[in-house]
């Protein structure tokens, strides 16, 4: 009986492990660039990129990216700050969308993007090359949330603020400067976040950095899984 008992606990406790991942949020803004839409930028528009750290899609339609200037105190302050992720959108397991937003004024010199976006939102926001904020947030209220130096709340899923300023919002610390020909791209491809900006984000030369889209092939480190037994082979091994 004892021997059953205990199988049963670690059942139990296998459970309650998987549904405390499962809570974990998984879709995490994984690219910011911010340096498109002027006469020197890497790229004609700025853009952001999504990463689903699951193995299983996300649905993230009625969504939406909202942006705050470095000096300023909240997101999405008007509708040309925020893009509107429509109903239907999801991220592929351990997969990604990417954004182009802003419009891309006559004097641009930079390229198209290399990949084609799966949303476009030439309403915004123009975000800042150097610093400023943006937030992914679970709903489409504009004007968004207030914030305040380290950021989280229900509706925030993620928040990236680089660049610094006295009114930045992040997680933790804000990421270094950025540029109109360098790109704030979160470690692992997407996979790391300790909920710290400036610790999981490297600011890489725009050019040698890969963007994603939908249509990209998953993130190599979260498609593997363990190759050893299942939970069920791990329980059998300890109590036989």
């Not at 705050?68 to 008007?78: A, E, L, Q, W």
Request: proline content about 6%.
């Amino acid at each position: 009986m004892r021997k059953v008992s205990s199988i049963f606990a670690a059942v139990a406790g296998c459970a309650l492990l998987a549904g405390t991942a499962l809570a974990s949020n998984n879709v995490r803004i994984s690219q910011v660039y911010g340096g498109g839409g002027g006469g020197s930028g890497t790229y004609a528009n700025d853009y952001i990129e999504l990463f689903n750290n699951s193995g299983s899609a996300v649905s993230i339609g009625g969504w939406s990216l909202q942006y705050g200037s470095s000096t300023g105190s909240s997101f999405g302050s008007s509708s040309g700050n925020a893009a509107l992720i429509p109903a239907g959108a999801s991220i592929p397991p351990c997969g990604y969308y990417l954004i182009q937003v802003g419009t891309a004024s006559s004097s641009t010199t930079g390229a198209a993007l290399p990949v084609t976006p799966d949303l476009v939102s030439p309403t915004g926001p123009n975000m800042a090359a150097a610093a400023g904020k943006v937030a992914l947030i679970n709903n489409q209220t504009i004007p968004g949330p207030a914030c305040s130096g380290n950021t989280s709340g229900p509706n925030y899923v993620d928040v990236v603020g680089y660049g610094g300023g006295s009114g930045s919002c992040y997680e933790t610390a804000f990421t270094p400067a950025t540029s109109s020909t360098t790109t704030a791209v979160r470690k692992g491809a997407g996979t790391q976040d300790t909920d710290n900006n400036s610790a999981d984000f490297d600011i890489l030369a725009s050019s040698t950095v890969t963007i994603h889209n939908s249509s990209s092939a998953g993130n190599p480190g979260c498609l593997s899984t363990p190759t050893g037994p299942s939970t069920w082979g791990k329980i059998k091994v300890l109590y036989r």
